[in-house]
């Protein structure tokens, strides 16, 4: 049984597809569930986000529970409380904790102390909550996940690895492409136009992650050349979805035709957030 959801490795091929269906159920009737009745979560943010934390908040409250939402600066983490310390204190008033901050170590921590389900709602290394929407998009799009192939073109980032954890338990092909000063480590990378043939799904994220910004400019320059554009687009699948995260930046990583046109699946990404993290919030939680 998974207790914590820190890389999304700790799910079963059988569970992870189980959120997936789940979610979908959710999606179709969405205050169906009250799960998390009497319980209590805490969302520590240490960077920005508007899905994660309006997904989960929101998520949190359609299962009937509380959310304690904290944002950087409010938690005595900022004024060098251990994240172990932080750990034991939550566990005591809540039912799980999600945590978004730089280091994945610090994540690892949290969990290692915590004798609460924990979350992690993005670190440097891992996005694994993106991940299982994801899946949970082209599950909805494709009807199946069974042979699908999803290419991610850009930078080797902490989606690009949860896209590669996601996909591998969920059954899906992915290819990466990435310039070799941004891969991933032991991750083959191709060419872009070799990784969109016949892809299901041509999939891209930011240049410049968050702490990533005083390598903005080599960034740039390094990934000028894995742009999902329509010309890239064009060489996938007749069907292919433009994937992206978000937040995006229209005209750099993906240009505005493609992110704004007819076979962008950015938007709905976002909202199967919500109801990935409720099926999650469920297996995690629920009784
Ligand atoms: N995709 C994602 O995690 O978005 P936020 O940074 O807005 O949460
Ligand atoms: N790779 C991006 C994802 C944001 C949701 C970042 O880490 O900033």
Wanted: overall charge negative; aromatic content about 4%.
């Amino acid at each position: 049984m998974i207790t914590h959801f820190l890389t999304g490795e700790e799910l079963t091929a059988e569970e992870l597809r189980g959120v997936i269906e789940r979610a979908l159920e959710l999606k179709a009737d969405r205050l169906s569930s009250r799960a998390l009745e009497g319980k209590s979560v805490a969302l520590v943010f240490e960077k920005p986000s508007t899905r994660t934390r309006v997904s989960f908040e929101t998520g949190v409250h359609e299962l009937g529970g509380h959310a304690v939402v904290l944002r950087e600066g409010e938690l005595q983490l900022a004024r060098g409380e251990s994240p172990r310390d932080t750990a034991l204190v939550l566990s005591r008033m809540v039912h799980a904790i999600g945590i978004r901050t730089g280091p994945h170590e610090v994540v690892v921590e949290v969990a290692e102390h915590a004798s609460v389900p924990v979350i992690n709602l993005l670190t440097r290394d891992h996005h694994p909550c993106q991940g299982l929407a994801d899946m949970t998009t082209l599950r909805e799009r494709f009807g199946t996940l069974d042979g699908l192939k999803l290419a991610y073109v850009g930078d080797g980032n902490n989606v690009a690895r949860s896209l590669l954890v996601a996909g591998a338990l969920a059954g899906v092909d992915v290819a990466v492409a990435s310039p070799p000063e941004l891969s991933l480590p032991g991750v083959p990378v191709v060419e872009p136009t070799e990784a969109v043939r016949g892809a299901h799904a041509v999939y891209t994220d930011v240049w410049v992650s968050m702490g990533d910004e005083e390598d903005a400019a080599r960034r740039r320059a390094l990934l000028a050349p894995y742009r999902l554009d329509d010309e890239l687009l064009q060489r996938a699948r007749p069907d292919a979805l433009a994937m992206h995260c978000l937040p995006a930046h229209p005209g750099e990583e993906i240009s505005a035709a493609v992110l704004y046109g007819e076979r962008s699946a950015a938007w709905v990404q976002a909202e199967n957030r919500l109801h990935a993290q409720k099926a999650l919030l469920e297996l995690l939680l629920g009784s």
